[in-house]
């Protein structure tokens, strides 16, 4: 048996708007049953108090039901377009090709409040990649190009339930659970690829040591899960197609030469912004972006950390989205603030997937 | 007699951080008396309650005396980096070169509210660009690369005052009479460059019909003035030094490659984005940017119109930002919000100035 | 046969959390097919893309079906507390009372976009209102205590759907259209209500004359509806049941002492906060309020209208919702923002039902 | 000698307007010599960019020289009227009374970005409170009413600088740095006034342990100074004039009743809103407020933590500005956010100054 996997971005008019993808089944283009994950950008915040992510979610469980993975990512800041991104995986009667897209996923158990930020929650996230790694057909870490994973946070509620048993949380803060939450998902991931060593990983190396990274983790917070969802995404055994994925890593917010160079080294070759042509190739970009700890971006001073009316979250969403679409020339990108332990400080993983001609 | 521009960029460590120019005063590389204008990028929300520009135009008059035009534009969002431009003009005793920075300027009387966003502020400005462009030497208006005016707006208390007269104003809104200010500004440039006909102007025109615009116009509105501040730049006879000056007009939020174009013509040629040494020799880009009212970029929705939490201005600045900073490699840009008839609808003029080798 | 209307103020422990109403549906305290309205607070921004009204609406359509009106008002800014107002209407067998709560309503086709904020959408809502105090067995305006209006508001998308089809909108502006939704379904019920002659009522005056208002008229706009829902709360003819209505108007942002007299009226004397016995009788109140657009209260400035970061609605939410719960001693009150013709200048009507001893 | 205080309630329309103080100085009014204190709220968001508290000194030292404390608390969220609280000093001839307003003032010398938030900066503020309350001839702790102190917070720079000579901050969240400073400031006061155990504040009880709270402590943080200001209040020896201090503690957001009794123990009795005969004699009202921790107000949930677009102490501020607005009738009161260790969990002091009849 030989998997083939496609990937559609769908125009979205609202977070709980589905009638693009019920077009695509009418017409054909997208089986339902055969979709495994939907990525969605809609248009809230992005922090605790964005019921987009739930709305979307809602919409897309009643019109879905509960099979697919949904990772909903919130904040469509400056020129982004809030769009969903659903994967779909068929049985194929082609023979299997030597580099082809391959989807892979799994899922967590609610993770209790008061392991949330913490080693428990490393653990956990470790161990479910891997399982959505054998999902995938993928053998070694070398394989994997993204993790992506949906992980819960803190609200009131939860904190005073953890209170109520006796439990300590890692914060009172919730929007500061957000960022704990996605520091110590990434790090599970990391050590699940071979990025980190376990052992390196401290209570209090979470959400402090940004030396600790993964290049291929995507991690996104939201209300509306209690555990995680996971998705990897790689050139599995057993998978055909014309899609390939790469990966490259921005070392800040800026970086987007290294993208430029994985665009490369899947057929997609441009000095300045890529071509009309060149972008109809181009299935999907995923990235990471944050506001870098040092309060600088090459040595220049950002106020990002010192706004208080705009989260960090947002202002290096809209800032990164604008150097990417700079560079892939449209606004249809899948970039998700708060990079913790997701590449370098101030940096972020970015994964790209092609279709070959 | 010929005179010599030069431009120099100074950080900021907040908007009344004026450390970097005694310094530069102290060690000789900046003539306080030499100074003619300073255009400042301040933390601000750039919108109606922006005091940021109030606090560094007022600590720029304690340092610089009145002399020197000030125009300061609110909001840093994403990596923008807070800084101040400042323009030195020295006669100098070498011969004058066929194309050098030239910088020259000029004021208006304080405007009556009633007249902000109506066809009596467009011909305030088109005659003050006039005697600016004289200023600096300007005959024609092929010679003007930039032309940057600081302008009025309507608070609360200004709104009263005109209605205390029997006078109505254009606007109650005073956020968007910032808009309506930049508006009729830039058609004021556009007259005085002879890119838009004075007859085709009619008051509805003023902040609708995107069709008229100028290319080389730059409006920043802010509450600490009540009249406007003009500040001309381009290649004028009778100047000289390396310095050199284009434009380029992005059609769009994400329209970079014009301004590679531009940066091509003064000697900076990159494939991707400016390498260090490049950088070093860029002195100044100066951009105007908007959210484009027809609600998406390239036929993809943008949400930037719809967010009642973040100003679209706000949205806006830091994803061209983001383009821009992707394309020449740092982020101390001066990107400036609201772009009404400045470059066409969505998209906005960029200046930039090159030192030759 | 006689009618009996009950209200039940529910908690929401998010905008999607039904989970009160179910538990009243298993304890009985709820007859789940007797409801005919339901008023909710969510936790959004109230504005243009606050999502928590669809997210609300979509879970109490699941729960209830589609009889119901469901008229969401979005922020509970301040201590405001997210919660449902459940109005139950059952048949009874005990003898009509000279005074009880009665409750009506009517829903209008939906609106075309051209239509909000001018002529046409008043007359809409004015026709409206009267089916819906036949269906409450109010027989005179005099009866009437309350008329909650839902209204449409317009999204870049019902912009350009008007654009296409060659017809011009009121506004362009997302925002703004909230406030003239507001304001013409509020006329339409002073019209109703022989508030306000018809004939006064032009194109023009809608938005901008404030001396035209309503005493009884409480409007939410709402991205998730393209039509109106009324509800009618007054005495009428043919209820029974110890629920109580009556309104005060607010002159102005802080002017409790008329709601204090309304509470008197119904038998909640109380010099100072209304005492816990008191509150527990307290069923519901509804209350509209704005930023006066004088930019003052009571002679001071107000800073509501320059605020860029924070809309003028959420502003005064918070504001007045305090100066109502400091009156009445709890913070679950219905405090709806934009009340543009509803009250005069800066302040809004309010209404609050009591039950007797 | 004997002393009497004045204090003077002056409207700013902005940050930077003294026209008030002028006018007041050329009609004789205020003797620019005599101030001791301005106390000022002005229109920012009274978080970490707020610059409109560092524009008001700015203008205030401009015109009253180095001589006077200045506390700026930025945020007029709801209908606050920004304002300048003044406070004179002058030398008399009349007899003392037995209850007369004392005002005493202290400063402490810069404080080392890493004492911030921790037992250093308790122990600096508690011995400048000592040195405030010997400067009014308050003898003993009973005597005060109310304690003001005017603290550091940490920003990007300031922590990279302590960074760099090898400290460690409290936190590195500039936001969260406020809060930790007005907790170690208020719990300085609690100490001085005796009303907390100096033994018992453990570093970890700043900013957590919220049973350790003073009566009387009012702290706001700001990024213009990185020393301490304080003013203390109360009825002193040696004082004459018709000016009387009480203060109340709000237990929770919207508890008026405590307030009321203390403008009633002053002579202002009002079972309602005070009259306008009693406004006039209300010189000062000054509160302290926040969004209590427990998520809840008598029971409700709130939702200020969990908004990401506001921050809780703007929430709070124009909350309880309602509220207390409500109680007087008017909205120039110095109602400032952040209570932490400053009357107990979700509550805060207020105190009132009422000329004596």
């Not at 950008?41 to 509960?66: H, I, M, Q, W, Y």
């Not at 790469?246 to 070392?251: E, N, Q, R």
């Not at 220049?300 to 150097?323: E, K, Q, V």
Request: proline share 5%.
């Amino acid at each position: 048996m030989t998997r083939q996997a496609f990937v559609h971005r769908i125009a979205a008019a609202s977070p709980d708007d589905v009638s693009g993808l019920k077009t695509a089944f009418e017409e054909g283009r997208i089986d339902r049953s055969a979709i495994v994950a939907v990525f969605g950008k809609t248009e809230g915040n992005g922090c605790v108090n964005d019921f987009t992510r739930a709305l979307a979610s809602r919409a897309l469980k009643d019109l879905l039901g509960p099979k697919p993975c949904l990772v909903m990512s919130g904040g469509t800041e400056g020129g982004l377009s809030p769009h969903f991104l659903v994967f779909e995986v068929r049985e194929v009667s082609t023979a299997p090709a030597p580099r082809a897209l391959a989807v892979g996923r799994a899922r967590t158990s609610p993770l209790p409040p008061e392991h949330l930020g913490r080693g428990a929650q490393v653990d956990a996230v470790a161990e479910c990649v891997k399982v959505a790694m054998e999902d995938a057909g993928l053998k070694s870490p070398e394989q994997v190009h993204l993790v992506q994973v949906k992980c819960p946070l803190l609200t009131s509620d939860r904190i005073a339930e953890a209170a109520a048993r006796g439990k300590t949380t890692a914060t009172r803060d919730t929007l500061k659970s957000m960022g704990l939450s996605r520091a110590a998902a990434s790090l599970g991931i990391a050590v699940a690829l071979g990025e980190v060593n376990r052992a390196k990983i401290s209570e209090t190396a979470i959400g402090t040591d940004w030396s600790l990274f993964s290049s291929r983790a995507s991690a996104s917070a939201g209300v509306e899960l209690a555990g995680h969802e996971i998705v990897v995404l790689g050139h599995g055994e057993g998978w055909a197609g014309p899609l390939r994925i790469d990966h490259a890593v921005m070392t800040d917010a800026i970086d987007i030469e290294p993208v430029r160079d994985a665009l490369a080294r899947l057929g997609l070759e441009a000095n300045g912004q890529l071509r009309p042509a060149q972008r109809m190739r181009l299935k999907a970009l995923i990235a990471k972006t944050e506001a870098a700890s040092t309060g600088a971006i090459r040595g220049l001073r950002h106020t990002m950390l010192n706004d208080s009316d705009i989260s960090p979250t947002r202002h290096a969403r809209g800032f990164t989205a604008g150097a990417l679409a700079g560079l892939v020339g449209h606004t249809e990108l899948y970039v998700s603030g708060g990079a913790e332990h997701q590449g370098p400080d101030g940096g972020g993983p970015v994964a790209v997937i092609v279709e070959a001609t």
